[in-house]
């Protein structure tokens, strides 16, 4: 199945842009403080918390991403009579993110 992105693209605001790109950071900070803590021998179970917290917020931001894709993409998917194959698409994705 071919990516409908070229055919359904909404380009985000740079408000929508700035939002994700911090929350990333934010993750981004959080791995490096694992990494730390493993470098510092700390206890292991203070580790697989943050690992947890760290994959909740990926989630999070993955969901939030699938939201939007689904408000725009797909439901101009639907209206242009391409919303088979767009549901098909996010759903392949789903099952991926949802492993």
């Given at each position: 199945?071919?990516?409908l992105q070229?055919?359904?693209?909404?380009?985000?605001s740079?408000?929508?842009?700035?939002?994700?790109?911090?929350?990333?950071?934010r993750i981004e900070?959080?791995?490096?403080g694992?990494?730390k803590?493993?470098?510092?021998?700390?206890?292991c179970v203070d580790?697989?918390?943050q690992i947890s917290a760290?994959?909740a917020?990926?989630?999070k931001?993955?969901?939030?991403?699938?939201?939007?894709?689904m408000?725009?993409c797909?439901?101009?998917?639907?209206?242009?009579?391409?919303?088979d194959?767009?549901i098909d698409?996010?759903?392949?994705v789903?099952?991926?993110?949802?492993k």
């Amino acid at each position: 199945m071919d990516s409908l992105q070229e055919h359904t693209n909404h380009p985000r605001s740079n408000t929508e842009k700035q939002a994700v790109t911090n929350r990333l950071k934010r993750i981004e900070g959080q791995v490096r403080g694992i990494q730390k803590m493993v470098e510092e021998d700390r206890y292991c179970v203070d580790i697989l918390v943050q690992i947890s917290a760290i994959q909740a917020a990926l989630k999070k931001v993955g969901f939030e991403i699938t939201e939007r894709h689904m408000k725009h993409c797909v439901s101009d998917a639907v209206k242009s009579g391409e919303g088979d194959e767009a549901i098909d698409e996010v759903m392949s994705v789903l099952k991926q993110f949802t492993k």
